[in-house]
């Protein structure tokens, strides 16, 4: 399985981020995954966001709950992360990961199975 990470580098602030994961070699609804977004701004540590499970089961980070929204495009083999209201403050690198079990919370890199390269997401004027 690989996890490809795309979207802008750059997004103004009040606008909403939108990222998409693009899964390739197994289905996101029938390996039995739960697809994760989590994020590292700069100097800081991971932090996780939220995830989407095979059957579409949706968990959140309660602190970025209110502005988090993960969803997925089946016929594209995608999962999508959308963060309204930015701030410089979500300037991260921004990653999906995927692990056959759910640990709301978890950012330890080998509780996942596999990891997309990530990608850096700059909120700037």
């Known amino acids: 399985v690989q996890l490809q990470e795309s979207g802008p580098g750059l997004v103004k602030p009040s606008q909403t981020l939108s990222l998409t994961c693009t899964v390739s070699?197994?289905?996101?609804?029938?390996?039995?995954?739960?697809w994760t977004w989590i994020r590292q701004p700069p100097g800081k540590g991971l932090e996780w966001m939220g995830a989407?499970?095979?059957?579409?089961?949706?968990v959140y980070s309660p602190s970025l709950k209110s502005r988090t929204s993960i969803s997925r495009d089946t016929s594209k083999n995608q999962v999508t992360l959308q963060l309204s209201s930015v701030t410089p403050e979500d300037t991260a690198v921004y990653y999906c990961?995927?692990?056959?079990?759910?640990?709301?919370?978890?950012?330890?890199?080998?509780?996942?199975?596999?990891w997309g390269q990530g990608t850096q997401v700059t909120v700037s004027s």
């Open positions: 070699g197994g289905s996101i609804t029938t390996a039995s995954y739960y």
């Open positions: 989407i499970s095979y059957s579409g089961r949706l």
């Open positions: 990961a995927a692990s056959k079990r759910l640990v709301a919370g978890a950012t330890t890199k080998n509780l996942y199975d596999y």
